[in-house]
């Protein structure tokens, strides 16, 4: 169904749409702030850049990042207990061989998929909380 309904805190990217909509004043600079929001978050989120070798200046920009904790919760989901990794090419060969070793070249630690989870409901639920008091704000003036 359309429109807000309870479940839309939980979702960090609507809540990030919706605090840059409540932040600014025009549909243009809403788009602007969202946009330079979202791309620092995308090129940090672990799929560009590996969590072992970001830059120590992106540190905050990557704990802020509501794509890398899905990111990681996603990948330790689906490679944690996977103990082989076949390759049905003969001429190729694997780069990994069990699932331990995708996670490693990710920089992700194994088994660490609930406190991604939570993490992410978090920047969810604080993104409302800032798109509220911003219109509250607003309201006050």
């Given at each position: 169904?359309?429109?807000?309904?309870?479940?839309?805190?939980?979702?960090?990217?609507?809540?990030?749409?919706?605090?840059?909509?409540?932040?600014?004043?025009?549909?243009?600079?809403?788009?602007?702030?969202?946009?330079?929001?979202?791309?620092?978050?995308?090129?940090?989120?672990?799929?560009?850049?590996?969590?072992?070798?970001?830059?120590?200046?992106?540190?905050?920009?990557?704990?802020?990042?509501?794509?890398?904790?899905?990111?990681?919760?996603?990948?330790?989901?689906?490679?944690?207990?996977?103990?082989?990794?076949?390759?049905?090419?003969?001429?190729?060969?694997?780069?990994?061989?069990?699932?331990?070793?995708?996670?490693?070249?990710?920089?992700?630690?194994?088994?660490?998929?609930?406190?991604?989870?939570?993490?992410?409901?978090?920047?969810?639920?604080?993104?409302c909380l800032l798109a509220w008091f911003s219109l509250w704000w607003r309201l006050r003036k």
């Amino acid at each position: 169904s359309s429109g807000i309904n309870a479940e839309w805190p939980l979702r960090p990217g609507s809540s990030v749409g919706i605090f840059c909509g409540s932040v600014m004043k025009t549909v243009d600079a809403a788009g602007s702030l969202l946009l330079a929001i979202t791309v620092p978050s995308l090129l940090l989120g672990g799929l560009y850049q590996n969590d072992n070798t970001t830059p120590y200046w992106f540190m905050p920009f990557k704990y802020l990042s509501w794509i890398r904790y899905a990111w990681n919760a996603m990948m330790v989901n689906e490679f944690r207990n996977v103990d082989h990794i076949e390759c049905d090419v003969q001429e190729i060969s694997c780069q990994f061989n069990n699932g331990s070793e995708v996670l490693s070249f990710y920089g992700i630690e194994n088994n660490i998929w609930l406190p991604n989870i939570v993490a992410n409901l978090s920047l969810g639920l604080g993104m409302c909380l800032l798109a509220w008091f911003s219109l509250w704000w607003r309201l006050r003036k």
